[in-house]
Structure formats: C-alpha cells, structure tokens
C-alpha cells in the first residue's frame, strides 16, 4: 500500500517537475472541442445535439495523447524492473501508476468540460450529466489505456499500434458516455447509461491492473 | 541461500549457456564472468526472478524463487544496467522512492550519510539529470548502504566509477559478504574480496 502511494507521489512529481505534457493534453481538449461551434457556426440546436459527442471524442483523444508514455519513462530506466521485483506485488504498483494518469490527465478534462459545454448551449442540468459521465468513464480510458500501453511496450511505432488497439476498447464508454448527455437532453433521464457506466468502470477496475501486469512481465522478459 | 539447479537460457535461437549449476550461501561471493554476449545478464536477470529460465530451477533457501516470492523478494537486491533513477528528481527523491520500493524504513539522516559516503555532499538537492554518469552510479550505489537486502545482485557495479569509488564499493561489498551477506556480480576485472568464487560462463 505504501508502495502504491510513493509510485503515485513521485508520477504526480514528475508531472509537476514538467508540466509541459499534462497541459498540452488539456490544450488539445479545450482547442478541438472549440473549433466544432467556431466551424458549425451559431446554430445552437445543432450544437446542443453534437456536443456529447465532440466533447467525448476530444476527452478520448486527449486522453491518447499522454498513453503512450504511462510506462515508457519507467521500462527505458529500468524503474519498471525494480518495480517488477518489488516484494509489493506489481499490480498494487500498477494501480498506483493508473490513479497517478487519472490524476493528471482525467480529472482535468472532468473539470474543463462544463466550461467547454457552455460554447455548445448545454443547460446546467446538462452540464453536470457531461461531468458526472466524464468522472465515471475517464477512469475507465486511464484503465483499458493502461492495458494497451503494457501492451505496446518496447514495440517500434507503438503509438499507431495503440491507438489501433486503445480506440475500439473505448468505444462503450463513449457510447454510454455520450448516450448519457444525449437521453438527459431529450427527457430520457441518464440514470440508465450511468448505471452502465459504472457497471464497465467497477469490472476494469479489477480486471484492467491485472492485465496490464501480465502484459508489463511479458515485456520485461 | 540461493542456489541455482541445471539453468538453461534461451535467447532466440541462441543457447547461452546450459545446465548451469551454483551456489551461493551466508559470508560468499560468486563473480560472474565470461565474454561479451555470453550471458552474464541473463544469468542475474533470471537469479532475479525478471525471467524465466528454459530449463531448471532457482531455489532461495530450498524453495523455489516462484514460490518463496515474496521472502525471496524482501532479500534481493537488484541492480541493473539502467539505474532506475528519475532524471527529474533529486537524489534524496530517488532514493526515497527506492526504498518504498524495496520496502524499507527511509530516514533521510541515514540516506543523507549515505549519500555523503559516496561523495555527494551538497548534490543531494540537485535533479539527477544535471549530474555525471559517474556521479548518477554514485547515487545507485548508496541504496547498496540504505538497504537491508541479504543478497545482492549487481550487473556490472564499477561502470563509470573512479579509483576512489571502486574501493568504496569493494569495501561495501566485503563488508556486506563478512557480515553475513551473499552477492552476485558480474565485472570484466578481478577483485580483491574475500570469499569469492568464479562462475564462467
């Protein structure tokens, strides 16, 4: 346990030593999601009806950006071995590292996506349906992410590969996560596309460290 | 007591080595040595438990290292070609974290001692980054002095270190080895510690 808590200091650390990643990402997030009404122009029941959408992709794509590197630092200066021996079993060290990309890069688009959504004319009812959805399945990309990049570790032009792998791992969570905005817009209510959401979320959050370990041994060998 | 029974490692296509056995018990040292490529590395790496051999078994105390995982953990100590050290982070920070790692108690007083011993007095504030190699393995090497591990499995300790720092490690080493203590090393020159025996591969 305590283990899991100084791998998640030192990644929030680092992160703070060098902010330039955790901002970029948040940059991506906040300019996609904008060029969609400065392109559409003002049409605000248009707007209203794609927002869940674009906002969700731009948090999916944002969320791509930072993937890669979850384990790259540590397996090129060989922390990830000294980790893998660690008499912590590596999962809790793993779930550390997750929480830590939660951390930088989820909890962020959570927190921008009500300023972003006003540019789409989402009521306030609307808004905390997005943030409510974006909590539960930002979580979720960081876990299933966590698994591809494990995967993809030490492979040449990894990136393409991940995404190729990441992407239609995501697409429940946008389905739901989008529909949840979606139903609350049209009377529906969100209840049922949260519950789902939470359903996948709780499932990853024991199956996904698990896998990612599997994956990080095989690339250790 | 680690002991190692009929170790084959495969790598490709290529056998490195086969039905190797050793030894090695409390107060000795085995010094592992062979030509480039003739897998020294393998070798620690599978004595750590970060690979799995083709063939045989290592044993740490009777029992397979599988099994005894987490006893067999607690004692090793393991160090690598790549440090393991955050460039963005200062020493004390690196150590620090090396120790939750491993497990350990961390005070800094004592990692501050350590970190002194090998010569890094008023660098334990800077990012590692702006250090020399040398400078970089000098502060890998005062986990070596923090760290209560039994055995000690260290690939190619004396890279980039100076005269001075060679015989500080040498020292530790055969402090570590008459207190009890195993290792495990691989190096191209010989060394003047007690207790040793040679493994070639």
């Known amino acids: 346990m305590n283990a899991m808590l100084a791998v998640m200091r030192r990644d929030l650390l680092m992160v703070m030593r060098r902010k330039s990643e955790v901002l970029t990402a948040l940059f991506f997030f906040v300019i996609v999601s904008s060029l969609f009404p400065l392109g559409i122009g003002p049409e605000p029941a248009l707007l209203r009806k794609i927002a869940p959408g674009v906002l969700w992709v731009g948090a999916l794509l944002a969320t791509m950006l930072g993937l890669q590197r979850m384990f790259a630092a540590d397996h090129a200066d060989g922390t990830l071995e000294q980790m893998a021996i660690s008499p912590t079993p590596l999962v809790w060290l793993v779930v550390g590292k997750v929480a830590a990309h939660w951390l930088v890069s989820g909890l962020p688009l959570v927190l921008m996506a009500p300023v972003l959504g006003i540019q789409f004319d989402l009521d306030p009812g609307a808004l905390g349906v997005l943030m409510l959805a974006l909590l539960l399945g930002t979580p979720l990309l960081s876990l299933i992410g966590a698994i591809g990049a494990a995967l993809t570790l030490g492979v040449r032009g990894g990136g393409v590969l991940l995404s190729l792998l990441v992407l239609p791992l995501y697409v429940p969570a946008l389905i739901f996560g989008a529909g949840a905005v979606e139903s609350h817009i049209s009377g529906l209510g969100a209840g049922g596309h949260l519950s789902l959401l939470a359903a996948i979320l709780t499932l990853a959050v024991f199956f996904a460290p698990w896998a990612a370990t599997a994956a990080l041994r095989i690339a250790l060998e | ?201």
């Open chain 2, 1 to 201: 007591m680690l002991s190692a029974h009929g170790l084959t490692c495969v790598r490709g296509d290529r056998r490195l080595f086969a039905k190797l056995d050793l030894a090695v018990g409390a107060g000795e040292w085995l010094h592992v040595r062979g030509e480039n490529g003739a897998g020294k590395t393998s070798l620690l790496r599978l004595l750590a438990g970060l690979s799995q051999p083709a063939e045989g078994e290592i044993r740490w105390c009777g029992e397979p290292i599988g099994q005894a995982e987490s006893a067999y953990r607690q004692n090793l100590l393991f160090f690598g070609h790549h440090g393991a050290l955050k460039e963005d982070l200062t020493a004390m920070e690196n150590l620090g974290f090396s120790a939750a790692m491993d497990g350990a108690d961390f005070q800094e007083a004592t990692a501050l001692a350590a970190l002194y011993k090998f010569g890094l007095k008023g660098r334990e504030e800077l990012p590692v980054r702006v250090l020399s190699a040398g400078q970089k393995r000098r502060v890998m090497l005062a986990r070596l002095a923090i760290r209560k591990a039994k055995l000690w499995v260290l690939d190619e300790p004396f890279t980039a270190l100076d005269v001075k720092a060679v015989d500080l490690l040498s020292n530790l080493i055969s402090e570590h080895v008459a207190n009890g203590g195993m290792a495990v090393l691989t190096s191209h020159q010989t060394m003047p510690i007690p207790g040793g025996r040679v493994v070639q591969l």
